[in-house]
């Protein structure tokens, strides 16, 4: 009997953490862990990160994120990233974009830049579970302490159903871009 009554309370335990990791969640971040998360969702996702962001230049799309990326297309992870606030790319914007060129080359997960024509929102998914709305500027800026008092403030949501209303949202979005690469 003492066996069925652990056997039970193994079930019920399982229950509980399915029960829990479905439950929303969520957190609200400031500017300093903003970039963390950006990373978080780059290490551990299975699937797919999305980023979505007006702006993209090199001060955003630094070494430390790019190589972020490469090791989630390496694992097999497809990265898609949305930008385009202005009509056109200028010099910052394209030295960005050729740097992401280099990263999708020879990995298992596939890269794809996408240009939209005028875009203000600030989104990462991964995975379809979790998401971050926030007004941080993703891809062009790193969100560094020593650059001063900036505000930015963002929601971390673990969300299913959330989730894929906003997928809904953006990815007519992606298929009316412009695919850069």
């Known amino acids: 009997q003492v066996q069925e009554y ?11 953490n399915e029960l829990e990791e479905m439950a929303p969640q969520i957190e609200i971040l400031s500017m300093t862990e903003h970039r963390p998360r950006l990373f978080q969702a780059l290490d551990q996702a299975k699937k797919l990160v999305i980023i979505v962001s007006p702006w993209l230049n090199l001060t955003g799309m630094n070494r430390e994120l790019r190589q972020k990326i490469e090791k989630a297309l390496k694992r097999g992870v497809d990265v898609k990233i949305g930008y385009g606030y ?40 991964w995975d379809d579970r979790n ?12 969100g560094r302490r020593d650059w001063g008092n900036r505000i930015e403030l963002g929601t971390l949501t673990r969300h299913r159903k959330a989730v894929l209303q906003m997928l809904g949202k ?7 871009a412009k695919r850069i690469i």
């Open 170 to 176: 953006l990815e007519p979005m992606f298929a009316k």
């Open 6 to 16: 652990k056997a039970e309370i193994n079930s019920l335990q399982e229950l509980s």
């Open 86 to 125: 202005d009509k056109e790319d200028d010099y910052k914007t394209r030295d960005a974009i050729r740097e992401l060129g280099q990263l999708k080359k020879g990995k298992k997960g596939k890269l794809q830049l996408f240009r939209f024509e005028d875009t203000h929102a600030k989104v990462v998914i």
């Open 131 to 142: 998401m971050i709305t926030t007004s941080f500027n993703w891809l062009s800026f790193a």
